[in-house]
């Protein structure tokens, strides 16, 4: 199936029949209630919506789900964006003593964002993205959920395309959840290795000893290495790239490099393999003997590794853009990413909003004609349409992924309750 | 928080060993039991004499040296407060530690200067107790605190030796094997999760022992620092006791020692000796004050109580006062009508011949630094304390302090030492060094003290001085009205050892 052409201008049109059919509030809802442990959780929480003509919103607030999806379905958002939990509801926070409304509780998220590399990626520069420097998000994933779940011990994290040109994390254990300022911008720090903006040259800077964080990190970097970056970077095809590269040596390697490349000028995969098997042998051997030098480590983890904006993850009452909701610009709807075919998530199969608008309006396949029947009797008329509705687009296999994310949430909750209980856990 | 509470009640003896079941506690519960309002003073006395001292070394010394720690050992305070062993039962000692505690909690809630002080002094106390806790002991206080720190088996040190060992610089091989390893909640430990100093697994970080400290540390300043503030809140409640409220006025103003409201030297003094003892013998603040009484005629209430206390506590008569101030007075604005219409009342007040008759004692250093900051045109308080520090420099280079002097005293003011920066102002000026004699926490001392050295009249009661063997350390030359006595010099002597004196502070 093509995707359909996407205009900007037809967001009017679709957006009402976004919400209408295909939004899954359901599972949104389920979501952010969070197996209603807490009370008000869900009445509590901050949504901003950004209107037609940028007109912005905060502090929305909904008391069930269904006034949520009336509200959305008359507001008809271009953007949705999910905040904090806070003491009060957002909606009543002007008639609240100053001081007492206070932001409590929200998922530990992270946003990693493409325009962070452009120092180190040739293909592409700005908001736009290719299959080339995709690789760079892939890296970022499987580096951050790796400590996320093992380091921190998180088992809950919902990793969703932004809709243009990276990704977000949101981890929903309720540890995370509580966590304070401090112990977020602690998290943030310890998974940031690249520090310094336009005027730092050499962004990663190693020494003894190395935390197994790093170690980690590294092996996961060059397993994508040679592909992501000699080949498809190609960071060392011209002397403007090669440049780049040795400005981040130590001078005594320069003068080595510099032999070498004058060597190996010509552009050729072969002769890109050849210097990175000779940069690998060579100097590289000669360096791990040099006690302190980790130049090789930190150029690749300057080109490869993660970079995450700490002001995001610090602050409790951040708004970040939410799962499900469309991105103005490119059409796209912001879909939960499966990590267990993550090297095959290609940012350009997302479904765009026109597309799974047009796929509703294809008649009804047989098999839907029998699950209708099957279906009759057990819910009402409109959420079965519902149900049904996004389950005929592209964007059913994102919902499942989403339901199984929810499902083992609420079949840890249900860990919990029995742990505190004090009953034993059956449970494999 | 529930503050002190004077209501009787019956505590059995199992509660009270479960109260103090371990020498060293967190303070979380506040004592509930009847004591007398003397054992009320002495054990809050006590208390805050054994802060004082934590914060004299603390500042001379590195707190984890052993330097430190046998300073501190030998404190004679400390045994009465001594609840380091816990092998020994020492009810009586925890119980009072417990209380003192409390009762200076009331004492020094109230501002955040004190708030800040009193933490400071508790936390490095703590660290000095915490520190010499055997083992197990450590893992009775984790527990019985509800802190879910626990080591690990040595099994598990031995999987987890590579990671443990490249997490942290400070760790090889052998302080894995030899040293107890506690698994902590990351949320505790965050400032070691943030820089990566740590092996995080599963949400825990694996910390040795050394660092533990750290972490009941902060935990500890956390506590505090909130109870004082729910203190604070109480505080009027407890200061509406008509009781309490004196002692505890005293208690957050006073410094523990003399008061040098009995003057012994009293009458010894005359007042042509006044101006060359401002030079000599005057701690800065009043020589400031003095200074600014010749240069204006004139002090306003501030400076005239400070200034005016302090020459009673140098044994100046009434008369003599009234002659003093009402001969400056009447160089500027005043005529000696308005003076003694005005002024002279103030300063009989002050000899506590007026009113209510109370014999004002001097200010001590605590109650010039913390109490009545001056304003504009106001020349009072403490020049460490309250003096822009390009101007306390100026002023200390017109007094010929050593530029490196200078620097040092400057280093102790950015630290918040005000007194352990007039104390090396004193060191300087006089060419001694004091750290084994006196700690300064009054300027009528700073003036005994100096006057004992020069052997001047205003010495008053004998103390032990130390002094180093150095020409330079002899006295200089003497005021020209004294009697003659100990120390006193012939002329040619004592100008060639000034001369001495000169050229060791232009050296320095």
């Not at chain 1, 990793?159 to 540890?175: I, P, T």
């Not at chain 2, 009775?140 to 605190?145: A, K, S, V």
């Not at chain 2, 106001?378 to 010929?400: A, I, M, V, W």
Request: neutral net charge.
């Amino acid at each position: 199936m093509t995707t359909a052409d996407y205009d900007q201008a037809s967001l009017p049109d679709l957006l009402p029949l976004y919400y209408r059919r295909l939004f899954p509030f359901s599972q949104y809802h389920r979501w952010l209630n969070y197996g209603g442990v807490t009370k008000n959780y869900f009445q509590n929480r901050e949504f901003s919506f950004t209107l037609k003509d940028d007109i912005y919103v905060r502090y929305q607030s909904f008391s069930t789900q269904n006034e949520l999806e009336k509200e959305m379905q008359k507001m008809n958002p271009y953007k949705i964006d999910i905040g904090a939990v806070y003491s009060h509801r957002p909606n009543q926070h002007n008639t609240v003593k100053s001081g007492s409304f206070q932001a409590l509780e929200k998922e530990l998220v992270f946003d990693i964002d493409m325009t962070d590399y452009d120092d180190v990626r040739s293909c592409c520069s700005g908001a736009d993205i290719c299959p080339k420097c995709w690789t760079l998000m892939t890296i970022a994933i499987r580096i951050l959920d790796r400590a996320l779940r093992d380091d921190f011990g998180f088992r809950h994290c919902l990793w969703v395309y932004s809709g243009r040109r990276g990704v977000h994390c949101w981890v929903c254990d309720e540890a995370a959840r509580k966590l304070s300022v401090a112990a977020r911008s602690a998290v943030a720090e310890y998974l940031s290795l690249v520090k310094g903006g336009d005027e730092t040259v050499r962004k990663v800077v190693l020494s003894d000893p190395i935390h197994p964080f790093i170690t980690e990190s590294l092996t996961v970097v060059e397993n994508y290495f040679s592909q992501y970056a000699l080949l498809g970077q190609d960071i060392l095809g011209s002397k403007e790239a090669v440049d780049k590269v040795l400005a981040l040596l130590p001078e005594d390697i320069l003068f080595l490099c510099a032999t070498f490349h004058m060597i190996f000028g010509v552009h050729s995969v072969a002769s890109l393999l050849a210097k990175h098997a000779l940069m690998k042998t060579a100097f590289f051997n000669q360096m791990t003997a040099k006690k302190g030098h980790y130049f090789e480590m930190e150029i690749m983890l300057q080109y490869c590794y993660p970079r995450l904006d700490v002001n995001v993850s610090k602050g409790v009452n951040h708004l970040l853009k939410s799962p499900f909701s469309v991105h103005p610009k490119t059409g796209r709807i912001s879909v939960p990413i499966d990590l267990r075919e993550l090297d095959r998530f290609d940012p350009f199969e997302v479904p765009t909003i026109s597309l799974i608008c047009e796929e509703l309006d294809q008649p009804k396949t047989e098999e839907e004609q029998d699950d209708n029947m099957e279906n009759e009797n057990k819910k009402e008329a409109g959420e079965r349409r519902k149900m049904r509705d996004y389950k005929r687009t592209s964007l059913a296999k994102y919902v499942k992924l989403f339901d199984n994310f929810l499902e083992e949430m609420a079949h840890s909750r249900k860990g919990e309750v029995l742990k505190n209980s004090g009953e034993c856990n059956l449970n494999p | 928080m529930q503050f002190y509470s004077r209501r009787k009640k019956l505590i059995g003896n199992s509660q009270t060993e479960q109260l103090y079941g371990h020498c060293l506690q967190f303070y979380g519960q506040p004592p509930i039991e009847n004591i007398s309002l003397s054992e009320f003073e002495t054990f809050a006395v006590d208390r805050l004499k054994l802060l004082k001292t934590v914060e004299n070394l603390g500042v001379s010394y590195v707190k984890t040296s052993e330097l430190y720690t046998k300073k501190l050992d030998a404190e004679e305070f400390l045994p009465g407060l001594n609840v380091r062993n816990c092998e020994t039962d020492e009810y009586e000692k925890r119980r009072k530690d417990h209380i003192s505690h409390f009762i200076l909690r009331l004492a020094y809630c109230q501002t955040e200067d004190l708030r800040r002080w009193f933490i400071q002094q508790e936390i490095d106390l703590f660290r000095y107790r915490f520190n010499d806790l055997p083992s197990k002991n450590i893992g009775q206080f984790l527990q019985y605190n509800n802190l879910h720190y626990h080591t690990i088996s040595i099994d598990e040190k031995k999987k987890l030796m590579d990671k443990l060992v490249t997490s942290s610089f400070a760790v090889s091989g052998s302080t894995v094997d030899g040293k107890d390893f506690y698994k902590v909640p990351f949320q505790d430990a965050l400032d070691l999760v943030r820089t990566r100093k740590v092996y995080l697994n599963g949400g825990y970080v694996y910390i040795p022992h050394q660092d533990i400290v750290t972490i009941v540390l902060n935990d500890f300043r956390t506590r505090l620092s909130k109870a004082l503030a729910l203190t604070a809140r109480s505080l009027p409640a407890v200061q509406s006791d008509e009781r309490l409220q004196p002692l505890l006025n005293h208690l957050s103003h006073a410094y523990v020692g003399q008061d040098y409201s009995i003057q012994k030297s009293i009458g010894k003094i005359s007042l042509e000796q006044i101006d060359p003892l401002s030079a000599k013998s005057y701690p800065l603040c009043m020589r400031q004050l003095h200074r600014g009484l010749r240069d204006s005629h004139h002090l306003r209430h501030g400076g005239r109580m400070q200034y005016g206390l302090f020459l009673k506590g140098i044994g100046l008569t009434l008369d003599q006062a009234l002659q003093f101030w009402r001969s400056e007075f009447v160089k500027g604005k005043v005529d000696a009508d308005k003076f003694d219409k005005a002024y002279a009342y103030s300063i009989r007040h002050m000899f506590g011949k007026e009113g209510k008759r109370t014999d004002y004692t001097p200010y001590s250093c605590m109650k010039v630094i913390l109490s009545n900051p001056p304003s504009q045109g106001d020349q009072h308080g403490c020049p460490f304390r309250h003096s822009d520090p390009e101007l306390l420099k100026q002023k200390l280079q017109s007094y010929k302090v050593s530029p490196s002097g200078i620097s040092q005293i400057l280093e102790l003011v950015k630290g918040m030492h005000y007194q352990l920066a007039c104390q090396k102002y004193f060191e300087l000026t006089h060419s001694v060094r004091t750290d084994s004699g006196f700690s300064l926490n009054h300027p009528n001392q700073y003036f005994m003290e100096s006057q004992k050295l020069l052997g001047g009249p205003g010495a008053g009661v004998k103390v032990e001085v130390k002094r180093e063997d150095n020409p330079a350390t002899k006295p200089p030359n003497p005021s020209p009205h004294q009697t003659p006595g100990p120390g006193n010099l012939p002329q040619e002597v004592a100008a060639e050892i000034t001369e001495d004196l000169d050229s060791f502070f232009q050296d320095a």
